[in-house]
């Protein structure tokens, strides 16, 4: 499974961004698909999954109420809705991927097998 993220960008305090994963090599259809992201200096940190249920997303707590996750699994694709973009929201945001995964490790990055090259968020206060 190959990723490709996009959309980031520059945006000022209180603005939105929304950014987009396409997959290439199979559906993405069974896999469960987080975001990450990765400040400078900093751990690569849990932003949000959805599982290939398509059940409710699950958000670190910094983001709930902000960002939306949503899949489509014809078009393969994983988007990531931004609102109320705050300056410790930037970062690179990663989109990755895996087939098998337990509810306790959905957060954790070595969890996941499929990632893609990341895409910059600048958010200027």
């Known amino acids: 499974v190959q990723l490709q993220a996009s959309g980031g960008g520059l945006v000022q305090t209180g603005g939105s961004l929304r950014l987009s994963c396409a997959a290439s090599g199979r559906t993405l259809r069974g896999y469960t698909l987080g975001w990450f992201r990765q400040a400078t200096g900093k751990e690569r940190e849990f932003v949000g999954v959805?599982?290939?249920?398509?059940?409710?997303?699950i958000y670190a707590d910094s983001v709930k109420g902000r960002f939306t996750i949503s899949r489509d699994n014809a078009k393969s694709t994983l988007d990531l809705q931004m609102n109320s973009l705050q300056p410790e929201d930037t970062a690179v945001y990663y989109c990755?991927?895996?087939?098998?995964?337990?509810?306790?490790?959905?957060?954790?990055?070595?969890?996941?097998?499929?990632w893609g090259q990341g895409t910059q968020v600048t958010v200027s206060s």
């Open positions: 990755a991927t895996t087939s098998t995964i337990i509810y306790s490790n959905l957060g954790v990055p070595s969890s996941y097998h499929y």
């Open positions: 959805i599982r290939s249920t398509n059940s409710n997303p």
